[in-house]
């Protein structure tokens, strides 16, 4: 969704960014995963597969999604790659054209590390937020 192309939200844990092209690598490499596949229903993709879904997705009317960055790590040092500090996605899915108020959001921590500090339950919390405005 182009609507949250230049949009950085910062929480207290997590920092929501778009997701571009300079997370693909990252993300592909969460993909191959066959846990995290089955957790989100998702087929194995082609490196190439997975930059036409990013910028798919970046075009798709009804699906915004942020990238979940590590705050701590993100603010940590001023050169610090998003890359590098990634935690997972959410996304919100428009499930009603007819009424923008209807959808459905859902969130992705990939990186172990990252699983039970809270990430999720805040980004899910800030993306209905952006959602609301």
């Not at 089955?38 to 075009?59: D, F, G, K, V």
């Not at 590590?70 to 996304?91: F, I």
Request: net charge negative; aromatic share 8%; proline share 5%.
């Amino acid at each position: 969704m182009r609507l949250n192309e230049n949009i950085l939200l910062l929480g207290k844990k997590v920092v929501l960014v778009p997701y571009t092209s300079e997370h693909v690598p990252r993300y592909h490499e969460w993909m191959k995963s066959e846990e995290l596949q089955r957790l989100t229903a998702s087929e194995p993709l082609t490196l190439e597969q997975e930059y036409s879904m990013q910028q798919s997705w970046r075009e798709d009317a009804d699906k915004c999604t942020f990238i979940v960055l590590d705050a701590e790590k993100w603010q940590a040092q001023p050169r610090t790659t998003e890359e590098s500090c990634m935690a997972g996605d959410v996304n919100l899915f428009l499930t009603d054209p007819g009424d923008p108020s209807l959808g459905e959001i859902e969130v992705m921590i990939a990186e172990p590390s990252c699983r039970g500090k809270g990430f999720g339950t805040e980004a899910v919390l800030m993306m209905m937020s952006y959602a609301s405005l």
